[in-house]
């Protein structure tokens, strides 16, 4: 197999400690499958800025850019709270979100089943769950202009953020969701709020053209964000990809997260555009958790979520299907056998460390 660039950049907190269980994959893969992984490691975040005062130095934002697939653990932790907001260590995450145009975030809500009854919705509801949530991450109102607080000079002031959305960020964003759509379950429910937005009405529209000219095999509905929201707790079953704007999705995807569980469980990508002569995606794969200061060193965070955003890696950046389904079984398989870090912890279920987590799931593989 071709040579597969990978860029680890473990961050800060329970970060470095679920990245190590990613490296013992990766080293697994070579060794018994001639996978062919090339890793080179960055610093990003709090523990960049403590090497050289910036969230990310140019030289690793170079290799970000170089690599065929960025592996992000987490950054921040109270130590890093004063320090300027330009270099604070969510920048070194907004700046790689950026400059590598990741505008597609997918949020797979995933149900394992031996988890399923310490959901917080009824065991029925969420048993065998697979939902894809794609959140449009580079555009709308956490970005659009004017976005300012202008005081009224009557001792009143004015908040103002702009959404603001072009066709081909929608015509982008909504390719992505037809396209996973087709190696999945073959549907897609676009979500906005067209009865009181214009880019709402835009984005129905423009949806729905895309849909008539290029991906008219895939089933699409649409439905108000709202609505969506409640539906996605009533029957969250009757989804299997839900494609949104950046406000929307945010929500709606912590909103999917809670449905399965633990944070410590949850993967993510963000895709960028497919390059014209290769086809090949920016892409960067990070657990939706933070860097867990309150756990970190102990060796007791849950490894989940990173093996599963490395499984997502291995699906969407190298094409690597088969080995992803294996990993995911492997997760799942562990987890069937009663292992759980603490996070998860029920009675009657075997407590294991972060070490011991990712040996297992290396061992089911
Ligand atoms: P958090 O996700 O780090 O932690 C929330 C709670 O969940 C904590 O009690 C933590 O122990 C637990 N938790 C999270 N991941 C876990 C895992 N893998 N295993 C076991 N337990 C886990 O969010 P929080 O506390 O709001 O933020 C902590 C720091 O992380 C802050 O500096 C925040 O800015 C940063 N952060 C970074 C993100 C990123 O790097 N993408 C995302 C969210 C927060
Ligand atoms: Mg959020």
Known sequence: MATKKLLLLPGDGIGPEAMAEVAKLIDMMNTEL???????????????????????????????????AVLFGAVGGPKWDGIPYEVRPEAGLLRLRKEMELFANLRPAICYPALAASSSLKQEVVEGLDILIIRELTGGVYFGEPKEIIDLGNGQKRGIDTQVYDTFEIERISGVAFELARTRRNKVCSMEKRNVMKSGVLWNEVVTATHKER????????MLADAGGMQLVRWPKQFDVIVTDNLFGDMLSDVAAMLTGSLGMLPSASLGAPDPKTGSRKALYEPVHGSAPDIAGQGIANPIAMIASFAMCLRYSFNMVEEADRLEKAISAVLDEGCRTRDVMSEGMTELG???MGDAIVEKF
Request: negative net charge; without cysteine; hydrophobic residues 40%.
């Open 34 to 68: 001639g996978a062919g992984f090339e890793t080179e490691e960055g610093l990003v975040g709090g523990s960049a800025y403590d090497a050289h005062g910036q969230a990310i130095s140019d030289a690793d934002m170079a290799k970000a850019l170089a690599a065929d």
């Open 215 to 222: 991906y008219s095999d895939v089933e699409l509905t649409h």
């Open 354 to 356: 972060t070490g011991a």
